[in-house]
């Protein structure tokens, strides 16, 4: 059944959608560089100067819980979400414009954290707020963000370019963001752990960091990244947006898929599946992405100066739109890469 | 009782929320030359570039109603009332990024349509569509929508600036938009009128034409606008913001206000207040403005040129936030300048 056929949103989905969108509304813009389909789009303010956006919408009940996510922190991740995609392609976010959806029985202190939120992790990162709007939403809340940012004309990431033997790497651990929210749902508190290890992963889900002074390191330097993305549908997912921008394939090795002691010890605890949560757990904004192989000692250094951890946990193969996972003493699970979570399903 | 002690959205209002928000998120920032309380926001791009920012929502039972606002138009609209705010600041709009929150149970169709008529404006003003985002939103179909500009450095206009004595002037015809929605939601035809009455003013309420051309020509003209915004409260209104920001007082002559002659012929035969419809009726995007009494002339021949009609409706005063409605033969009507129509209340 092709696309044109399907009549209904959840059987076309969410990705079918943005094909949809995105073939419809793309006519040749002499401004646009980069367009649709990508974290972030680019696009030429003016003969020298290129600047990057990105638009974030999180709605309650389907992006996060008012019941349970402290307002504070909902403002800074409604922003994070939108830094952690300027972030992925190398930009330097610099103004944010914010909407809000709001019902009438919201409590105005709800508001005040949510902007004291907002505004913290402005503060840290050097974004002005230039804007916005709010509006009356009988039916729910609602964020609606857009970062404006810049980026060098010559060096920017996308998710199209890896190549066959290149190195993917990810910073930071994955699968934490994941663990979070099933603390958060696990109400009965049949899960077992500790205080501590419980009130991290719950951060790691409701306050993740955007990895922006990492991303800007790499732009600075000389190291070759041919792609990125960033985490947020889960390692699985987005490295299929990669290998499907590319035209390539990949092989991964679970096991080296760098986790926290956290997540860890929850897993062996409480009979989890590890290698499910970090490859397929959504919402870390860790990056992801490709370097040539002989460039990843260059990479290495890069990570010790800033403070963020990389490891490499596969390659890239030319063996188009599959995934190999590689377990050692295991045979190789071949999976077809799929366009993973969808929020119309 | 100040705004402080008021803990909720209702006592508080929309206007007060903006001061509210404005007051603590607003830290002096470089980069920012006009922020939160004009039509748009803007910002340094460059040392040597200026560049305009706004954003806004629309939700469904709010700002429209799905059931009788035909898609294209809706998506155009959506548009059309960020292009007004550019072009109530003198801005030439360039890139647009739009979200939708879409309930699962809306047609493509829909979407297409709505694509579509978003993509007509953006085609007849030349704006790139960059990107956007699409999230299910289960309760209720919403858009939020930022265009970006330019602006001159040297040339843009605010709502503060007016002087006691400068004419008050707006384009085009007033109260349609409202009339067209009062005629949307007489489902029993009580109202009488023609079929072309009522598709003219219908169309001009769910298909508003942004002054783009008139603001550009202004802008590049020698005239001096003290002050500009455009008309989605209601006349009264936001001349009424234009008083506050100028810290000026207005007397106006509602018998002076434009209208259509489609918008008379229905106050006549329905027995309807024209002037409350002219003087409070929002939503009709026509621009209002202040230029110095001497500059009128100049003025009007711009008008010519753009086929844009422009009407003088009063002139400014000193008597701070006071606006006197002067009908010929009448004692004046003296109002407080209040801060309108309010979605939170």
Redesign the interface.
Known sequence: MTSER?????Q?G?FG??D??SQ????K?A??VK??GDD??I?R??KD?Y?I???????D???FHLASHPPRLLGRKSLAVSLSDISAMGGTP??V??????P?S????F??HF??G??SLC?EFNI?????????????F?V?L?V?GEVRKDRFFTRAGAKAGHAILVTGTLGDSALGLKLLSDSSNNLKTSKANRRTLIARHQNPTPRIAFAKALARSSVRVSSMIDISDGLEQDLGHICQQSGKGADLDPDSIPTSKELNYLCKNNDLNQTSLSLTGGEDYELLFTTPAEDVKKLMKITLKVGVSVTQVGKMTSDQSTLRLLKANESPQIRKITSGFD??R
Do not use: N
């Not at 419809?24 to 006519?27: A, D, T, V």
């Not at 919201?106 to 202190?109: A, F, G, I, K």
């Open positions: 399907k009549t209904s949103l959840s076309l969410e959608l943005i949809r969108i419809r509304l793309q006519g813009s401004v646009i367009g649709i972030c789009a696009y303010a003016s100067r600047q956006i990105t638009t974030d919408a999180l709605v009940g389907v992006h610099r103004t414009v914010i909407s809000l959806g709001i009438k919201l409590p105005l202190t508001l005040d902007y004291e907002l505004h503060k002005s707020i230039a804007g916005g709007d709010t509006v009356q939403s009988p039916k729910g609602w609606s857009t404006i929020h119309f």
